[in-house]
């Protein structure tokens, strides 16, 4: 049971993430040094690590 729990708490860091970025303006986003199609790995490796 833990394991789904901590699946599902994974996905909404994930979701959340994805969310926040897709928010910003391609203006915010190059001021932060990422391009919109970094987003997606960005939010992986926020959610479940850098080493995926």
Do not use: C, F, K
């Not at 789904?4 to 994930?14: K, L, P, T």
């Not at 959340?16 to 040094?33: F, I, K, S, Y």
């Not at 926020?46 to 080493?51: P, Q, S």
Request: charged residues 25%; proline residues 0%.
């Amino acid at each position: 049971m833990a394991g789904i729990q901590e699946s599902r708490a994974r996905n909404a860091v994930y979701r959340q993430t994805v969310r926040e970025l897709n928010a910003l303006t391609a203006r915010d986003l190059a001021d932060l040094g990422i391009h919109r199609s970094m987003i997606s790995r960005i939010a992986r490796e926020a959610a479940y690590g850098a080493a995926q």
